[in-house]
């Protein structure tokens, strides 16, 4: 389960596994609002509580320390827990934004994998994703892996599930990669139980053939996904891609957020 606080005042939400980070970016969030209120930069501040218009003043400057102890009073109240199908659900398109520390969305990943019955990884790094499946107490039944990197595949036959490694050629094109993911994700698809999908290539298929056709290939992955009910997520480095290049991809997905250091936060913020 994942402690997850949404912020009413916009769209901001954070997922945890331990309260406590998202307790802190609760608190730095709401103060975030709070701060612009501000009259002129010197004390006293006034706070006011969002939840329950509890109002205070602080007459040294701080750092909004007295808002944010009054907010943990609220902490039981505005916290729902939820299940790792709250970010990645049946029919669902992420984008998981990671190398911000990214403790959180590699706990992120084995829920995905722990939840699954049928497990795609379409990966460069196949010993990598393997690696965390063989931590997986209990593996999917089964799990595919396409893959351009050769073999030997370090983990595979350390994940306790079954696993078909199958190896795609250096230089395929995109219609090829279409036709070995869709009979994969058709496959899976028709056997039932929860199917989730990785697909960690896509900032490589933006560099290899750019912007309009990686958007093509994406809306036609999304199309089968929602087809088989899987549940599908996109990690991209936004070290490694720029801005305005994820931007136009931004419709392809339902929703994006950002892996920090323990904690996932919508990505905006
Ligand atoms: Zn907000
Ligand atoms: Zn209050």
Redesign the pocket.
């Known amino acids: 389960m994942w402690y997850r606080w949404t912020c009413g005042g916009c769209d901001h939400a954070v997922w945890s596994r331990n309260l406590s980070p998202g307790v802190t970016e609760m608190q730095s969030h709401l103060w975030m609002h709070h701060r612009r209120k501000r009259s002129d930069g010197t004390p006293p501040y006034r706070w006011e ?6 109002t205070g003043v602080e007459y040294v400057q701080t750092d909004g320390n007295a808002l944010k102890n ?2 943990t ?2 902490v039981p109240s505005v916290f729902d827990t939820v299940s790792t199908s709250d970010l990645v659900h049946p029919g669902g398109r992420l984008l998981l934004y990671t190398g911000g520390g990214g403790t959180a969305a590699t706990v992120m990943r084995k829920h995905v994998f722990f939840d699954a019955d049928s497990l795609l990884l379409v990966t460069a790094t196949p010993d990598k994703q393997l690696e965390l499946l063989s931590e997986i107490p209990f593996p999917p039944v089964r799990t595919a892996v396409l893959t351009t990197a050769s073999p030997p595949y370090e983990y595979a036959d350390a994940t306790g599930g079954q696993v078909d490694v199958i190896q795609l050629e250096g230089g395929i094109g995109l219609t090829e990669l279409a036709r070995e993911s869709s009979d994969v994700i058709e496959d899976y698809g028709d056997r039932g139980g929860t199917f989730h999908i990785e697909f960690d290539i896509a900032g490589a298929i933006i560099e290899r053939f750019g912007l309009e056709s990686a958007f093509k290939f994406i809306s036609a992955l999304n199309a089968w996904i929602h087809r088989a009910e899987a549940g599908i997520y996109y990690p991209v480095s936004s070290s490694k891609q720029p801005k305005s290049v994820l931007n136009a991809l931004d419709g392809l997905f339902d929703r994006s957020i950002r892996a920090r250091e323990k904690r996932l936060v919508s990505s905006f913020n």
């Open positions: 509580c969002p939840y329950c218009g509890a009054h907010l009073e609220h």
